[in-house]
């Protein structure tokens, strides 16, 4: 007999509307499936066989993190098959800042109502940014939470879990002055400054729906594009040269992300003209009357992130990763200085 309580269903929590979103989600979830998969969705634990060939001391890396009021717009154009890219992006694209190549992922769907299609849609965003970096889907949470979210609205998190050899780990102290440093490029906004972004559009459906001559487009299709996923490039980078550090530009910009990444003594040099500003970051600024270093303080400004190697290293660098799709540019070099960050 399936599990079903009538009493639970007038709180407001209908158990199989939970039990139809599972079902529905499973084609999503068995496209992510890799060999370490050793359990399938439904159970307590998602059990994850690693593969240790060509690794003698592994270490477990994770990292955590949501899509953030990003999903104000998704509610609001009713697109929900895009933002499960971002939630991955966002876990996974730390963890490779360390050269861990990540393993499996695990979401966590709160809704106020549950809506079946509308998780399965959710879901099946998940599983394209667990397809796009080689991570297994191995589990998850649908909580239906009545009172707490409004029925048209939910809240998506999730984390990862990479592996990467201790003697591999990278080594940001091995930097110095003369480094370069080299730029990523983001596929728009990525998933973080919304509240500024709402702030400065007035977000509501009309202007997200209308069309934006100096975007190209309307302009939630623009916000609403998912956060690049960087793993395939950056681990083909790593097996092809040192590199010594790599930065995730997320929220706090260049100011706050990169010094992450650096030593005591060294700071991020770099030619504001070399910097390829996305038109998005543009129209944000000059509708918002935003000054520019606050632009650069709270959005990636189009460098979703940034790699340092040694000077002899950067024309292979970029060579590998052109190879691999991104569009890859020198942004600046390492200097002594302890001012983090140097826009000049």
């Not at 992510?32 to 359990?39: A, C, H």
């Not at 999730?158 to 490029?185: C, Y």
């Not at 690049?228 to 100011?255: C, E, N, P, R």
């Not at 504001?272 to 650069?296: H, N, Q, S, Y």
């Amino acid at each position: 007999m399936k599990s079903f309580s009538e009493s639970y269903k007038e709180a407001g929590v209908d158990v199989t509307a939970g039990y139809k979103a599972v079902e529905l989600m499973k084609q999503h979830v068995a496209r992510t499936m890799t060999s370490g998969v050793l359990s399938g969705i439904g159970g307590f634990g998602g059990l994850y066989e690693l593969d240790m060939t060509g690794i003698t001391k592994p270490v477990l890396v994770s990292g955590t993190d949501g899509v953030g009021t990003k999903l104000k717009i998704a509610f609001l154009m009713d697109k929900h098959d895009t933002v499960g890219i971002d939630c991955v992006a966002m876990c996974v694209n730390d963890i490779i800042c360390c050269g861990a190549n990540p393993q499996f992922f695990l979401d966590y769907i709160a809704v106020g109502k549950n809506y079946p299609e509308k998780v399965a849609k959710i879901v099946s965003g998940v599983a394209e940014g667990c397809v796009q970096s080689g991570a297994a889907l191995i589990g998850g949470e649908t909580a239906e939470m009545p009172g707490f979210y409004p029925v048209d609205e939910y809240d998506l998190a999730g984390f990862a879990v990479g592996v990467v050899d201790k003697d591999r780990i990278l080594k940001p102290d091995t930097q110095k002055a003369g480094d370069v440093m080299i730029a990523l490029a983001s596929s728009g906004v990525h998933s973080n400054g919304f509240s500024l972004v709402r702030k400065v559009f007035t977000v509501n459906e009309q202007n997200l729906a209308r069309h934006n001559s100096e975007l190209g487009a309307p302009l939630g299709n623009v916000l609403l594009t998912p956060t690049k996923i960087y793993v395939k490039a950056i681990m083909s980078l790593i097996d092809s040269v040192t590199v010594k550090s790599i930065s995730h530009i997320t929220g706090g910009g260049f100011y706050e992300n990169i010094p992450r990444s650096l030593p005591n003594g060294l700071s991020a040099k770099i030619e504001r003209k070399a910097v390829k500003v996305l038109p998005i970051f543009d129209v944000i600024a000059k509708t918002g009357k935003i000054p520019e270093r606050d632009m650069f303080n709270t959005f990636n400004m189009g460098v979703g992130m940034t790699v340092v190697v040694d000077k002899n290293d950067a024309d292979k660098a970029l060579e590998v990763l052109k190879a691999a799709g991104e569009d890859a540019y020198i942004l600046g070099e390492l200097v002594e200085s302890d001012e983090g960050v140097i826009i000049c």
